[in-house]
């Protein structure tokens, strides 16, 4: 679903809660990175199935994005385990 912006508002995607927390970018950027590859790695130890890794990678990056999202200075250690289990789970 596409929304319309008007033009004075940031893309919300540019917006983040890390970043208004003061989280450079760069750093941010690499942390979601090292995060999925961690999500990814436990998924693999669990045999969890592939489909299950891939839906838990979205929520944990899903997590971060936008302004209304989690911030690396607060949710960081527990955000891979939690969008595992939202993954699998019923």
Request: aromatic residues 6%; without cysteine; glycine residues 8%.
């Amino acid at each position: 679903m596409h929304t319309l912006q008007r033009n004075d508002q940031k893309p919300q995607i540019s917006t983040t809660a890390s970043g208004l927390d003061g989280v450079p970018a760069d750093l941010e950027a690499s942390i979601r990175h090292a995060g999925v590859k961690l999500t990814q790695a436990a998924g693999v130890l669990l045999r969890l199935p592939q489909d299950i890794i891939a839906q838990a990678a979205v929520i944990f990056m899903r997590f971060w994005l936008g302004s209304e999202g989690g911030s690396l200075t607060v949710h960081a250690s527990k955000a891979s385990s939690v969008s595992q289990y939202q993954a699998w789970k019923p």
